[in-house]
């Protein structure tokens, strides 16, 4: 049974995270630092529609539907080494080990992004649109943060990948293709097929996203 998992906006958000990380990586390492500092502006509107999409988005978007408990977790990691024959179905969303660490990249994210608002470069002429709120030092640690935060980042980024190629080689479950496609081939539909939302929740979510990242890069002057 071919069903929707996922609606658009999670897909775009999705993929833009990605192009993004990248492109802040390229722009910090080769001192682009006007674009590095727009990256980041729009990495940060893509975190906080993804927070409203979390709780207002469709059925698997939202965070109550996928982040699950210890024991669901410890049932699920169990059923992995079941034969194919014995697995419960398939989880419409993100799994409860996916979950994890869809969550741990969400926070990771947050908390470069934030560190990026309050940094300050060695000779204080970059900094980040919050920086007046900080001392030099402070902004100084932040800066210095920012950079240690990124590569623990792209650890686990390296491990979403493992993952996903784990799931594909080992699992024999494409989890690529449902993030372009937003279909997925499940035997059971447990309800999945839910993901319509009312368009004027996705406009007020851009609307806050948008209203966010202005309020912040203006230093809420």
């Known amino acids: ?94 799994n409860p080990l996916g979950a994890l660490s ?17 940094s300050v470069d060695i000779d204080g002429i970059e900094s980040g649109p919050l920086s007046s709120l900080v001392s030099f030092d402070t902004g100084r640690t932040c800066a210095e943060l920012h950079e240690d935060i990124f ?7 390296a491990l979403h990948v493992a993952a996903v190629f784990f799931y594909l080689l080992y699992r024999r479950e494409n989890l690529i293709a449902p993030m372009i496609s937003g279909k997925r081939e499940l035997k059971h539909s447990n309800g999945a097929d839910s993901v319509r939302v009312s368009p004027v929740r996705l406009i007020v979510g851009i609307i806050i996203a948008s209203a966010c990242v202005w309020g912040i890069t203006q230093g809420f002057d």
């Open 151 to 157: 590569n623990v980042l792209l650890v686990f980024i």
């Open 102 to 118: 869809v969550i741990a990249l969400l926070a990771l994210l947050i908390v470069q992004v934030g560190l990026g608002l309050f």
């Open 1 to 94: 049974m071919r069903i929707q998992v996922w609606d658009g906006a999670v897909r775009l958000n999705h993929w833009l995270m990605a192009i993004l990380i990248a492109i802040s990586w390229w722009t910090a390492e080769n001192g682009q630092l006007e674009y590095h500092r727009y990256s980041g502006y729009t990495l940060l509107g893509l975190l906080v529609f993804r927070l409203y999409w979390g709780v207002f988005g469709s059925t698997t978007a939202r965070f109550a539907h996928f982040v699950k408990g210890p024991r669901a977790i410890l049932n699920y990691v169990r059923g992995m080494s079941s034969r194919v024959s014995e697995r419960a179905p398939a989880p419409p969303g993100h």
